[in-house]
């Protein structure tokens, strides 16, 4: 039996692997805001939905060494490329300074003086230069490449990494001006770091060196309530997770998997999997808070739902059946098949018109449970009274009943029994339908879930928040069939087997 | 039952195609149903079952009411005419003709400058669907002058968004259908035959749609796609729904392959391909098309649902679910959930009582036992 739930669980991964597949499809339908077109704002935009990497294989993976010799090389040659690539060097900063300086050695002296002075900016941040006039092409150079060999050692990942465990446990104004020298070389150090502590003071500094260096960002004030903190250290998470690429250098294994994970499917399928979804267009929230936020709502409408209708839908459709024929099943019938074709929406409309008003607070959670149960208790009971007839047309029915068993004990104990199993299949295929009804009713009876939240965010075009629920229900629903296998396959050994014979390639 | 009756037994015909060649057969049988002996077919002992069911020739007809209204919705409700003089010269349905003399003559340039004789021929309704009213036309009840349904929320005759809205749901429910009735059978056949890795990645792909709802990746796609249009639904529709189906036709072909009739038609000679295109999927096709009838109620359902969720979005297109979505901001305008509501529940009604019935028919065995309605109607 636990071969069997285990076998099953591990079916479920390359059928994930398909979803995901097919949702990153869907992500790759909003549309491209433009390409290289040089506004610094739209190229951040593709950036933050990873449009500008290719979709599953990356065979030039950027980091920030191309990114910064590709700079040096625009400035260096000068004419068109030489704004953006200082633009680029000033946003690489402190980062770039182990590439960028060594390279300048070997540049003629023009190019070694335009690429000096496209380092002002960053010089200035870093608070160093003094009295050295930086706009200068030969004092710029010269001052470049003294600094060089003077602090050359600091910019080692050991270096930093010290500093900023040192900054967190014992902050000083000193050594945060010391790490504000490093500039963005340190960033990987101190976004890091920003998840380990939850000391407010630490995470001030750590913020303040962060966007000193990147010139973004919020800052966590000392008084700042948990909300706020939580919403800036995921902003500094997610602002990493799209640039961490342009601050630290991919080399040997890194370079290997960057060809993998350094593309759009990769990023997706890694915030897929880490549950790290990003934050919303709509309030800046992280997604993940927001979902964790709305989904009771969804889930106690869907499982209340689903006992009330498969509390009625059993005895309804079982009774249909034993009563074949009879005025009974004639009505029931009739009323199910109303029911069953009769759209949510509508159900849950008119339930809405007829209870116009009462209906404040817990009144509408029942509404809108009895609207979504309505349409599944018909289906369900559907199901069951196919299932309960084909029983008690068998032999051993017949058999119970000839050696003088009450009718209720044929039914309930003999028949029933064995009618409830196919339903408990088909009750799995069921989910996807119940969590569409779900969000429909959530909307029409304007309770906070899900659903209702998904219809501000279509309104809004909060791409983050759409990908985001519809992973969520493609997981929950996944999760959802894999438990009513397991559960078939605890009733029925037969099922078991059926699932190992598929193994074998054999049909089932 | 006397659906089971057959006039004569099919082993009168296999005995006329021994006697005679292959060519010859079809000759003799055709002659025989003329002179005693019908030529006896599972189609024809479907229809026949279908035929003779009450429900399903009720569902029938209502849905050929729809499809009438829905080919015809121009000549129910439309700003404009059916027929028309204009400055003495006749035009008949100008709107399909696009006559040069009436470009940029609306209804409006039609009442002031008509000429003495001029006539106009208006359809029932002289409204069109997205015509919107004037300030005061907003949300008039039914059996308003000019408006026998009463209006909506912008002024627009809901009597024109009701028929027109027919159009879009059938069109729509017909046309995804279609598409996914193609994919599911090529798909579940080529899984079914090939077997081995297609069947697994097939197998894989349908877990993996089942999964997602399709009511949330429509709406999701619809939010995403710039500009998305009614074909956008039909493709996101299309391309997700046709797992179920494709489970089916896989099942019949495995079974299919695994019986006695393919056997011999192997034994034949017959190669894999006649096998399966000759013998098995000619017995697949019966379920998936009673599979694809459930998908177009499926199909209607869901662009409803979606509408009426959506309402509000730049969508010019009639649609019952946006007129009953249009209800929401109005406890009091009934109007706007009863005509759209009943059409549209007697379109799933039918529906899914001829899908029933198909289905019933098809598979004797099942008679009473997935139709609800079938114990009362059939008996």
Redesign the interface.
Known sequence: MLRYALRRVLWAI???L??S???FF??T???DPARDTGDATIDEARRTRFVDLPRFVNTSPQDVASRASAAVKGVAAGAADEEKGARELRRLGGAALPYVLPLLEALPPEGRGRVAVALAPVASRMGIGGSTDLRQPQSAALFWSRFWDDRALDFTRTAVDRAVSRLVEHGTDLRETDMVSLDTYALPEVIRAMTATSDHVALERLTRIARHATERGTVVAEDSDATQVRRAVADWQEWWFVHATDYVELDGADRAIAVVTETRYGKWLRRAASGELGVSAIDGEPIADKLRERAPVTLLVCGLAMLLSWSLAVPLGAL?AWW??RAF??VS??V???L???????VA??LR?VA?GHAVGGGRVSLAVAALALGSMATLS?WQ??AM??VVRQDFVRTARAKGLPAWRVAVVHALRNALMPTVTLAG?HL??L???A??VE??FGLPGLGFE??R??EA?D?AW??A??LA??VA??LG?VASDVAYGALDPRVREVLSRRQD?R?A | MSDEQTPHEPSVVLELSRRKGTSAVRDSIVGAQRVAAPYVTMTRIALARLGRDRMARAGALVLACLALVAVFADLLASDRPIACRWHGVVYVLPDVTHPAALAGVDAAVMRRDRSPGDWVLSPLVAHGPTEMGVESDAMLPPLSPGHPMGTDGLGRDLFARVVHGTRTALGLGLAASLVLVAIGVALGGLAGFAGGVVDSLVSRAVESLTAIPTLVLVLVVGALVPHATTATLLWTIALTRWTELARLVRAEVLRGLSEDYATAARALGASPARVLLRHVMPNAIGPALVAAAFGVASVVLLEAAVDFLRVGSPDTMASWGESMGEARASMGAWWLIVFPGVALLATLVSLNLVGEAARDALDPKLRGVSSDLGGGAGG
């Open positions: 390359p059928t994930l398909a979803t597949l097919v949702l869907v992500t339908l909003a549309p249909g074949h024929g099943d004639w019938s009739g199910l098949f109303l069953y074709a009769t759209p949510t929406f509508t409309e008119i018109r116009a559907r009274r196919a007839l084909d295929l996807p339908v969590l569409g009804g969000f429909v909307e029409v998904t219809l965010a279509i075009h791409a759409l990908m629920v519809i229900s493609a629903v996944t069939l390639g049909p």
